[in-house]
């Protein structure tokens, strides 16, 4: 099985946000052998505008089913009456969903906290975590938008997902899952939590470098980290039932 992860697309982000979401859109649609399903792990839009969303819809016209969770820049509310045409229903609500494709269930988790950067699941959702995974027949992935670890960049670091002990407890109950998908870095990583696989998706709209890649100003913030010069990439990740294996991808 063949699945795609693409994360942080930020449309309004950059003058360049919607050209690059198309390029990844373009690239992933021509690829000679077909993806099975396509994850995208938040941050459509930047500002969390119906408008981002409309032009977000367009860019994520992945020939593929395609599961979308919110970020930390996206807006509940737009969110779902454009992308997911849920006009009226709880908007406020975490927006948790599942994907079931040849033998594999995808959970994605709602992990943004309205008005702010950090990430947490709070109890609805762990809640529907839990029941769905006693329900999955096979393999499952469980994806969100916010790291459960440090990655060594400290601004990501400081607005990552609170309190993972939860997550982690949960995961550890279920031995079908066999990997948990992220993005919110902006960079592409690997890591192992709650003895599974963590993959990091890169973003599309920037590459976020590490503190040791550049000289900083002693004072400074995330935005002299971004490389929006960087092409787009995406990761992906190939899955035999068992063993997954991740390639991540410039899309130049």
């Known amino acids: 099985m063949l699945v795609a992860h693409v994360s942080d697309i930020h449309i309004g982000g950059s003058k360049q946000s919607v050209e690059r979401a198309m390029r990844v859109r373009d690239y992933l649609n021509g690829l000679p052998t077909p993806v099975d399903a396509v994850v995208v792990t938040g941050d459509i839009a930047d500002h969390g505008l119906v408008e981002e969303y409309e032009i ?54 709602d992990s943004s906290i309205p008005g702010r950067h950090d990430g947490h699941l709070d109890d609805a959702t762990i809640d529907w975590l839990e029941s769905e995974l006693a329900r999955a027949q096979g393999p499952v992935f469980v994806g969100m938008h916010h790291p459960p670890i440090a990655l060594g960049l400290p601004s990501v670091d400081a607005i990552r997902l609170n ?66 010069e960087r092409p787009p990439a995406f990761v992906l990740h190939v899955f035999d039932g068992e063993r997954l294996v991740s390639h991540t991808r410039v899309v130049l």
């Not at 066999?178 to 696989?197: E, I, N, R, Y």
Request: proline share 8%; aromatic share 4%.
């Open 56 to 109: 977000a819809r367009e860019a994520m016209r992945y020939a593929a089913p395609t599961l979308v969770c919110p970020g930390n820049h996206d807006s509940r509310p737009e969110f779902r009456k454009v992308l997911l045409d849920h006009v009226g229903r709880d908007g406020a609500g975490p927006v948790n969903q599942t994907l079931r494709i040849d033998g594999l269930t995808i959970l994605l988790c």
């Open 163 to 228: 309190h993972p002990e939860r997550l982690e407890r949960v995961l550890r109950r279920h031995d079908q899952v066999k990997a948990v998908l992220v993005g919110h870095a902006h960079t592409a990583a690997s890591a192992v939590f709650a003895g599974l696989p963590l993959v990091v998706a890169p973003g599309v709209v920037s590459t976020l470098m590490m503190p040791s890649e550049l000289v900083l100003p002693e004072e400074w913030s995330e935005d002299d980290a971004l490389d929006f």
